[in-house]
């Protein structure tokens, strides 16, 4: 399935922003679905995954200011995205995967998913 993710801006530190992420289409979001970020020079991390049936998991640098949701009748993926910090400052991806994960470090890892999407840009200034 293709995957496309909107929402990025450039925001000011404190304010949120709320990125989405659609299957083409019709198709309906894979079982597993997940947000990654890559900043300038650095390697692609883990942010927060969501599974079909709701479980959610999230990267520590993030947990308490962003929350994924899927809303699987519109086939969508959010990431709302509060108190946004500088070191936010990274290209957004979605990625999914059919496979329905039993270890947490499945969720984690950028080669559990198989479907990516193009990114979208968060800035944060300071």
């Known amino acids: 399935v293709q995957l496309q993710a909107s929402g990025g801006g450039l925001v000011q530190a404190g304010e949120s922003l709320r990125l989405s992420c659609a299957a083409s289409?019709?198709?309906?979001?894979?079982?597993?679905m997940a947000w990654f970020r890559q900043a300038p020079g650095k390697e692609r991390e883990f942010v927060a995954a969501?599974?079909?049936?709701?479980?959610?998991y999230y990267a520590g640098s993030v947990q308490g200011r962003f929350i994924i949701s899927r809303d699987n009748w519109k086939n969508a993926l959010y990431l709302q995205m509060d108190s946004l910090k500088p070191e936010d400052t990274a290209v957004y991806f979605c990625?999914?995967?059919?496979?329905?994960?039993?270890?947490?470090?499945?969720?984690?890892?950028?080669?559990?998913?198989?479907?990516w999407g193009q990114g979208t840009q968060v800035t944060v200034s300071s």
């Open positions: 990625a999914g995967s059919e496979r329905i994960y039993t270890r947490r470090t499945s969720y984690y890892r950028s080669d559990s998913y198989v479907s």
């Open positions: 289409g019709r198709a309906p979001l894979p079982n597993t």
């Open positions: 969501i599974a079909r049936s709701g479980g959610e």
